[in-house]
C-alpha cells in the first residue's frame, strides 16, 4: 500500500481491485497505428463533429461501417472517420464542400471590384495626419484594401494605413512591418499577422484588433496617458506600461508579458492581471483550460531586443 | 523506440501503475518535448506512445464501448496537436494532456448520444466477459454472476457525481496518483485522497442499494 492510499479501508481496497478488474478492450490496432501515424505527420482531424460535416454536404458514404450503426454502438460514435472504410481518412478536404461554379464566377469578378472600391475608399477619405511612423523590414509583402505592396515600399502604401484599415503582412522570418505610434508605443507585427492599423490618442474602444498572427509590443513614456487596447478573438488585452507579444491562431490567444502591467479581459468579462515573465494561453473554445507558464526563451529574446531598441 | 516497436497498443493497456502515463515509461525528456513543440514526426510518435494509454483507458472508461472511446482519443490528440507548438520543454505536460483528456470526456459524458447508452448499461463490459474471466470460473452460472457484479459495478460508478467518478477514473484506470489529480482537478492533494476514499465509501452504498 502506498502512502498516497493509506485512507482506503480493507472493503475499499477490495472494491478498488473490482474496479481494476472491470474489462478494459484495447484499441483497434489499425485504429492505434493510423492516429499514430495521423498525429506524427499532422493530419489528425476531429472526430466528433463530423456528423455535421456529413450533413452538410452530403457526401457521406451510407454503406458499410460508416453509414449505419453497428449493433450495439453508440449514436455518438457511428459516423466517426477512424472507422470509415474510405481512403479519405483524416482528410478534411475530402469532405468539404465545394461551392458551386456560379459562384466562383460570381466571386472572381466582386473581388477584384470590391477591393478596388475599398482601396479607393481607404484613399479618399484618409486622415488629414497620421501620428505614427510606419517601416518596413525584409523581403514580404503587405496587402491592404485589396492591394499587395513590398513591405519595405512603404512610401507606396502608406496613405492606405487609416486607422481601423485591416492589414495582412505575409513573407519570410526576416520579414516585419513596424509601427511607432506617438511617443505610446512601438509595435512590431510578423509575417501572418491579420490585424487593423492602430488608433491615434484619444480613439475611444479598442486601438487595434487582431485576428491572427503575432505581435510585439513595448510601450513608451506616452502610453501611460493612454493605456494601448488590444483586441483578438475572445479577450482584450489592455497594455499599460510593459514589453509584451500577443500571438493568435485560429485556436487560441497567447499573451507573453516581458515585464510591466497588462491585463487580459476574457469574452465573458472576466479580467485577469497578467504575470510578468508569464504567458497565458486561452483557448478560443472554452473546452481547455488556460496554460499559464513561464515564456520561452526565444519569445524572450524577441522581446528584449526590441524593449532595448525604445529604451537602450 | 523504434516505429515498429509502438505499433501496437497491446501490453500498454495492461495493469496501470500509479505516476505513469504510460506503464511506467520514464518521462519524456527535454529535448524530446522541444522536438515535439516543433512538431517533429519521430518526436510526435514517441509522445503520442507515451500518452495514449492513459487517455484511452480514461475514455474507454468514460465512453460505454470501443468505438467511443477511440473517438474520445482521437479528439484529445486533435486537441493536443493543435496546441502543441506551445508547449513548454521545460515542464511535465502530463497534466496538461490529462485535463484535455478529463475535458473532452466531460464533453462526451454530458452529450445526449452518451446519455441514451448509458440507459443501456455498459453493454460492452458484459461484451464477452466470458471469453475474459479465468479458466477456473467455468460455471455458467457462476459466470452469468460475474458478469451480473460487474454490470452492477459500471452502473453504480455510473452514478457516482461527477468529481467523485472523475476521481476514480483518474486514479483506478488513469493511473494518477493523488498528487496528480490534484493538479489536474484544482484541489488540494488531501482533498483529492480524501475525494477518492468518499467516493469507494459511496460506491460501496450505491452496491449495496442495488443488492437490497
Known sequence: MSSDDLDITPEQRKLEEQLRELPVSEPNPDFFARLRDEFAHGKISKPLDEPTLHAVDGTRDDSGATGAAAPGSTPGAFESPLHESSGAFGSDSSRRREPSSRGRNLRLFLFPAMA?????????????????????????????????????????????????????????????????????????????????????????????????????????????????????????????????????????????????????????????????????????????????????GDERMKLEALRSRVAP | MSDEQARTPTGALTSPGPNSAGQGTPSLSKETLDAVRQRDPEALRAFFDHFFPRVYRIAQRTARNKETAEDIAQEVFYRIYRAVERLDPERDPSGWVTTITLNTCRKHWASKAEAQARQTLGFEDREGIEERLPAAVANPQEILESSEQKGRLVAALDQLPEPMRETIVLHVYGGLGHDEIAEVLGIGHAAARKRYSRALARLGELLEEDGA
Open chain 1, 116 to 296: 478596388a472600391a475599398a482601396a479607393l475608399f481607404l484613399f479618399l477619405f484618409r486622415p488629414p495626419t497620421s501620428e505614427f511612423q510606419v517601416r518596413g523590414e525584409g523581403g514580404g509583402t503587405v496587402a491592404i484594401g485589396g492591394l499587395t505592396f513590398p513591405v519595405t515600399d512603404t512610401d507606396a502604401y502608406r496613405d492606405l494605413l487609416v486607422p481601423g484599415a485591416m492589414f495582412h503582412v505575409e513573407g519570410d522570418m526576416a520579414t516585419v512591418l513596424e509601427f511607432e505610434v506617438g511617443d505610446r508605443y512601438k509595435l512590431v507585427a510578423t509575417p501572418g499577422v491579420e490585424m487593423t492599423v492602430p488608433a491615434t490618442i484619444g480613439k475611444s474602444g479598442s486601438d487595434l484588433e487582431i485576428t491572427n498572427g503575432e505581435i510585439r509590443v513595448t510601450s513608451m513614456e506616452g502610453l501611460a496617458q493612454a493605456p494601448l487596447s488590444i483586441d483578438a478573438p475572445g479577450s482584450r488585452i489592455d497594455v499599460m506600461g510593459t514589453t509584451l507579444a500577443v500571438i493568435c491562431s485560429p485556436d487560441s490567444v497567447c499573451v507573453c508579458l516581458l515585464d510591466g502591467n497588462a491585463m487580459m479581459t476574457d469574452r465573458d468579462g472576466s479580467p485577469m492581471q497578467l504575470e510578468p515573465g508569464m504567458r497565458r494561453i486561452r483557448f478560443n473554445d472554452n473546452d481547455d483550460p488556460d496554460m499559464i507558464e513561464p515564456i520561452r
